[in-house]
């Protein structure tokens, strides 16, 4: 008997073959009974005949439950009307027979399924936009890969912040203090001098008290870093990445995005050029649409809303008041008082997704920030040193997975995103 997935149907049709997996849906009407079948590769009908299975198999199957795992034999047929294939069964043995499913058809609050979260992912919903998530890791490496970009680890336990002391998770580590990593960078810094391209992809924490739909306390970032590159090449980077993992969810996941009735439209158009404004014209186009943000003030997660939904492609806002900004971002020549950096903000009112930007890369001046922001320059020491052997104009950015994942899959809130979500309320499961 030939095992196969789901997804290979389609391969298959008249022949016989064996499918295992759950059962997402039944219902019978005499002497007929139609499970759908899920496999993790796909959902199928098995249709099975009273008249054509032994009678002590068709009492057997009127035990069927949600989420019983189940053996399937089966003839499998195309459906006369649409583009999908079908399971008509000769044979079953059940794995096991589920208990009664907590969870049903019927509406369920948001904490009762982020408590039941492990039996939630199974949800069609919830496995498509997994599948999303893993088209979009996958096509980071492939784009870093091809783009010869090398991976290195960072640590996790680092002895110091890497973006701003208040967002630190601290821990004992045996007669000091460690914390988890806010985002690689630093390390990632040092690794130019090796390899001139690098990146690495892992989780990182943040202490963060927001209560916010984008905001998570364990996150997974992309960071990347590269010599010899500038503001404008350092976005083109991102552009050219982002594009790249787009249209791979376009071509991979168009099943997964009509699960989560996602409008295409939208995406598609990220083949366009992305916008370009510096902070401080943010500033006055969002002081027109009403907000209250001042000529220094950061930009709020209402505003980069609103900004947004102003935007049919993704807009990269440079230029912000340096004060606002990380200790490590170099200085604009032209105005000292500005970073050069750039935030992308995705559209459709989702906000930033990528944080990046010149480093500085001189030994003073670096010095001076990391005293200015009161960072310890005992730890800094070996970050100081790469200013000091051989340095070079370089730069880079960070993505956050799960913001990506929300903006593509077109998602409330980053919780769903990733498989067990962590925030200031929930640890568990
Ligand atoms: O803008 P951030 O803080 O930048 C950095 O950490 C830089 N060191 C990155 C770099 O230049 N290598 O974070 C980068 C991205 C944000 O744009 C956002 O997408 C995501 O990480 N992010 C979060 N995602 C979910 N929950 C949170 N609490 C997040 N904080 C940041
Ligand atoms: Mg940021």
Redesign the pocket.
Known sequence: MTKIFIQDLKDYVGQEVEVSGWIANERSSGKIAFWQIRDGSGFAQAILNMEEISASKWAEAKKVTLESSVKIIAKVSKHPKKEEYELQVEDFDFYQIAEEYPIGKKDHGIDFLLDNRHLWLRSSRQWAIQRVRNTLIQATYEFMAKNNFIKIDAPILTPSA??GTT?LFAIDYFDTTAYLS?????Y?EAAIFAHNKVYDFGP?F?A?K?KTR????E?W?M???MAFVDLAGNIKVQEDLIRFMVQAVLSKNQAELKILERDTKPLNNIAKPFHQITHAEAVKMLQKMGSDIKADDDLGADDETILTKKFDNPIFVTHYPAKIK?F?MKRDNKDKDLALCA??LAPEGYG??????QREDDYETILSRIKEHKLPVKEFQWYLDLRKYGSVPHG?????????VGWVCGLEH?RETIPFPRTIYRLRP
């Open positions: 890497c973006e967002e806010q985002s690689g960078q630093l990632l990182v943040r963060e927001s984008r905001h998570l306390t996150f970032m960071d990347a870093e990380a490590y935030d992308l930033e997704i990528i944080g990046g930007s880079g950015f960070g993505f956050g997975l799960e913001r990506i980053v």
